[in-house]
């Protein structure tokens, strides 16, 4: 089993920034494609970013192209979201999630964290 836990969420003027990072425990997530998904209320849960395990490559939701970047440091077990130039429509709940494809859909992700709530106030 893998644990992954998200942290760095709070409350975020926006155009301000944050980072959010995900450590995993028991075993090594360095093989799975990990993402972070996120649910804003009322809203169905969707992916914001994939990172491919050895961090060569990676996609990003259209709504955070060249705001959000992604990355991972596999000697530390460790994912990070850096999130700039936040806006209102960013809040929601983060999740940091693994896969052991390079996965699209919540479905295709076989561990989750328990989320971290980002709220990006006017």
């Known amino acids: 089993q893998v644990q992954l836990q998200e942290s760095g969420g709070?409350?975020?003027q926006a155009g301000g920034s944050l980072r959010l990072s995900c450590a995993?425990?028991?075993r090594s997530s360095r093989g799975y494609v990990m993402g972070w998904f996120r649910q804003a209320?009322?809203?169905e849960r969707?992916?914001?970013t994939r990172i491919s395990w050895n961090g060569d490559s990676a996609t990003y939701a259209?709504?955070?192209k060249g705001?959000?970047?992604v990355s991972r440091d596999n000697d530390r077990n460790m994912v990070f979201l850096q999130m700039s130039r936040l806006?209102?429509?960013d809040t929601a709940v983060y999740y940091c999630a693994a896969s052991p494809t390079f996965g699209v859909t919540a479905s295709e992700y076989d561990y989750w964290g328990q989320g971290t709530l980002v709220t990006v106030s006017s």
């Open 10 to 12: 709070g409350l975020v």
């Open 24 to 26: 995993a425990s028991g």
């Open 41 to 43: 209320p009322g809203k």
């Open 46 to 48: 969707e992916l914001v």
């Open 62 to 64: 259209d709504s955070v």
């Open 67 to 69: 705001r959000f970047t």
């Open 87 to 89: 806006e209102s429509g």
